[in-house]
């Protein structure tokens, strides 16, 4: 990394090797921070940066307030919790205290002069009920591209959108929490080269709907300029949940009666063990065979409408918005194949099905055309009539990845498409689909018969924490390209 000097806007910088360790200092408007220099060229990361108060008491299920400013040097050269969530990650810690970020300084960047590095933060995928920022290594992402990373975390599963469909408890908290980390980068990045005029979005699974949702709220105008929705758009099937009678149960569950006046009711959720909380709504998850019981919901705040009826109103501001962004969304070739990690050999029993050995179209009909129809007779036939395979079950089984793959992952890619795209002459719209077979992320022992890549796959090569090697050291390179060059140009 080369040394700072005075940059953009009068603030102060200062970057010194500490030791053999390569640690780094900055000196930022918020206080000084202690990072740490890996890898050749280097890298400098910072690790578990606050960008709100702990979430925990008055401020659970309620917007984030911004942590401001530290006391002393931050030691930023480890990382931190991830936020409340089951399983818990063998790498890092699990705590309410999880609002912290992580940045990714190339070596390339030159902060002795007025030029700026362009900035791709990323939001991490998994449901909405798990995941964090420390799984993402974007060191090659930073080196190769040139370009500043920044990977965030926000309140996930009952923490983040716990919801009572009332002013009481609107939801979205997760939400929130992106909105202010993008907020924080927009003040802030500059201390670490970046350039708070050239930002990228980007995201895979609830990563991807979540960047494509920061797309069309207003609020965000400024905040960032270009988007990457990957392998999830605003506009997929789910993409938006009704968690109201979830949040209530669990509650109940958990001690807190819902015969309580509101006020005491939220109180008393306040007051309950977040491991509580946990533990209940992991309970219900068995209790009902739902383990995706949380996520965004049309509030009338944030998400004023379905994301779909926002972007077929072009008079709104948020598709004036979303169109005023360079747009790039796509999915991998096989991404329904999400649907295979979620049998386990119980389920299969007891649905008389064995996906080691293939499918059967009645096999087909019977368990998983229900998902895609919504249980209209006419949609059943012609799915059951469009995606059945006679006498080959390994075929039979892959159609049945294509049709999961194309109802919930490119349908909403291509509602989301042609709404950018449209009459649209300032912006540009870019598409990708994603055909490298390789180890899969979601499937531990596929079956003989699938054929990827999958879902998440992508993220080997976009965030790789191993070396590479062939055809897989080349897709790499590629990727990590085309997705920086997109981050500088568009």
């Given at each position: 990394?080369t040394?700072?000097?005075p940059?953009?806007?009068?603030?102060?910088?200062?970057?010194?090797?500490?030791s053999?360790?390569?640690?780094v200092?900055i000196?930022?408007?918020?206080g000084?921070?202690?990072?740490?220099s890996?890898?050749?060229?280097?890298?400098?990361?910072?690790?578990n940066?606050?960008?709100a108060?702990?979430p925990?008491?008055?401020?659970?299920f309620a917007?984030?307030?911004?942590?401001?400013?530290?006391?002393?040097?931050?030691?930023?050269t480890?990382?931190?919790n991830?936020?409340m969530?089951?399983?818990?990650?063998p790498?890092?810690?699990t705590?309410e205290?999880?609002?912290?970020?992580?940045?990714?300084?190339?070596d390339?960047v030159?902060v002795?002069t007025?030029?700026?590095?362009?900035?791709?933060?990323?939001i991490?995928?998994?449901?909405?009920?798990?995941?964090?920022?420390y799984?993402?290594?974007a060191?090659?992402?930073?080196?190769?591209g040139?370009?500043?990373?920044?990977i965030?975390?926000?309140r996930v599963?009952?923490?983040g959108?716990f919801?009572?469909?009332s002013?009481?408890?609107?939801g979205n908290?997760g939400?929130w929490d992106?909105i202010?980390?993008l907020?924080?980068?927009?003040?802030n990045i500059?201390?670490f080269?970046?350039?708070?005029?050239s930002?990228?979005?980007?995201?895979?699974s609830?990563g991807?709907?979540?960047?494509?949702?920061?797309s069309i709220?207003?609020?965000?105008?400024?905040?960032?300029q270009?988007?990457i929705a990957?392998?999830g758009?605003?506009?997929?099937?789910?993409?938006?949940?009704?968690?109201i009678?979830?949040?209530?149960?669990?509650a109940?569950?958990s001690?807190c009666s819902k015969?309580?006046?509101?006020?005491?009711?939220l109180?008393?959720l306040r007051?309950?063990d977040?491991q509580t909380l946990q533990?209940?709504?992991?309970?219900?998850?068995?209790?009902?065979?739902?383990s995706?019981?949380?996520?965004?919901?049309i509030?009338?705040?944030l998400?004023?409408?379905p994301?779909?009826d926002l972007l077929?109103?072009?008079a709104?501001e948020?598709?004036k918005f979303f169109?005023s962004?360079?747009?790039m969304?796509?999915?991998?070739k096989?991404?329904?194949?999400?649907?295979?990690?979620?049998?386990?050999d119980?389920l299969?029993s007891m649905?008389?099905?064995?996906?080691t050995l293939g499918l059967t179209?009645?096999q087909l009909?019977?368990?998983?055309?229900?998902?895609?129809?919504g249980g209209?007779?006419e949609?059943?036939?012609?799915l059951?009539?469009d995606?059945?395979?006679a006498n080959?079950?390994?075929?039979q089984?892959r159609?049945m990845?294509e049709?999961m793959?194309?109802?919930?992952?490119?349908?909403?890619?291509?509602v989301?498409?042609?709404?950018?795209a449209q009459?649209?002459?300032l912006?540009?719209t870019?598409?990708?689909?994603?055909e490298?077979d390789?180890?899969s992320v979601?499937?531990?022992q596929?079956?003989?018969w699938y054929v990827?890549?999958g879902?998440?796959?992508e993220?080997?090569y976009?965030?790789?924490d191993?070396?590479?090697t062939g055809?897989?050291?080349?897709t790499?390179?590629i990727?990590?390209?085309?997705?920086?060059n997109?981050?500088k140009n568009g």
């Open positions: 990394m040394p700072f000097a940059p953009l806007f009068g603030l102060v910088f200062a970057v010194t090797c500490l053999a360790v390569h640690g200092l000196n930022t408007p918020l000084p921070i202690t990072g740490v890996k890898g050749q060229p280097a890298v400098s990361i910072f690790y940066i606050p960008f108060k702990p925990v008491g008055s401020l659970r917007k984030p307030v911004p942590y401001g400013s530290w006391a002393g040097t931050l030691n930023a480890a990382p931190g991830q936020c969530q089951s399983p818990e990650s790498f890092v810690g705590s205290d999880c609002l912290y970020l992580n940045v990714y300084v190339p390339s030159n002795s007025s030029d700026r590095a362009s900035v791709m933060v990323w991490h995928g998994g449901r909405f009920t798990s995941g964090n920022a799984y993402y290594d060191q090659e992402l930073a080196r190769q040139g370009v500043v990373v920044v965030i975390q926000y599963n009952i923490f959108f919801s009572l469909g002013s009481t408890a609107e908290y939400l992106q202010l980390a907020k924080w980068v927009h003040q500059d201390s080269g970046g350039d708070p005029r930002v990228t979005i980007f995201g895979g609830a991807g709907v979540s960047v494509a949702l920061m709220i207003p609020e965000n105008r400024g905040a960032f270009r988007v990957q392998s758009t605003m506009a997929a099937s789910w993409a938006t949940f009704n968690p009678k979830a949040s209530y149960d669990i109940e569950l001690g015969t309580l006046d509101p006020t005491a009711f109180s008393c007051n309950t977040a533990n209940s709504t992991l309970q219900y998850g068995i209790i009902t065979y739902n995706a019981l949380f996520g965004p919901v509030d009338g705040v998400i004023k409408a994301p779909v077929k109103n072009n709104s948020e598709y169109t962004l360079d747009y969304t796509g999915t991998m096989s991404d329904g194949n999400i649907i295979l990690a979620s049998y386990s119980t299969q649905l008389g099905i064995n996906l179209p009645d009909c019977r368990v998983f055309v229900p998902m895609t129809s209209n007779p949609v059943t036939r012609k059951c009539e995606y059945s395979v080959n079950t390994w075929g089984s159609k990845v049709m793959t194309e109802n919930f992952f490119d349908y909403g890619t291509f989301s498409l042609r709404a950018h009459g649209n002459l912006t540009n870019y598409h990708f689909v994603f490298v390789g180890k979601m499937l531990q596929p079956p003989p990827g890549p879902h998440a796959d993220l080997q976009l965030f790789p191993e070396p590479l055809l897989y050291k080349n790499s390179e990727m990590i390209r085309y997705w920086s997109f981050a």
